[in-house]
């Protein structure tokens, strides 16, 4: 899926973590805004400890917000948004082949993925459902 030179990539997930934690870290620092686009729970932790430190040693808030995939981690989301953690949620588009190529390598990165979404997507619509039975 990538056309990158293999040199370029990054195969342990640590190296990823770390050079995307080093990429938030000094975007942060420089005073600009970041969507900290990641469904992964230490990524999360790891940004959410930076920004409290930076909010700490600046006297301010970082321009920021996590930004994760509709239907990935909406428990994770929700607790985001309750904390006043600003969040997104993103819904890729585009033709049917650029989305089939893009959903297929993020499953391909992240099987888990494929049963998150179906997971939240059940417990969207069982809420539809129940909020629907309350109304009548």
Known sequence: YHSEPSKDIYSESKDVNDAYMDLVCEIISHDLSIEIATMDQELIESSKIFIAAYRKDNKKDPLFC????????????????????????????????????????????NPSLVLDIIKNQREDISNKIKEKSLDL
């Open 66 to 109: 996590f930004s994760m995939l509709y239907g990935a981690r909406n428990d994770e989301l929700f607790r985001l948004a309750k904390a006043k953690i600003p969040t997104r949620v993103y819904i890729p588009y585009g033709t049917w082949e650029r989305a089939k190529t893009y959903a297929f390598r993020r499953f391909d990165e």
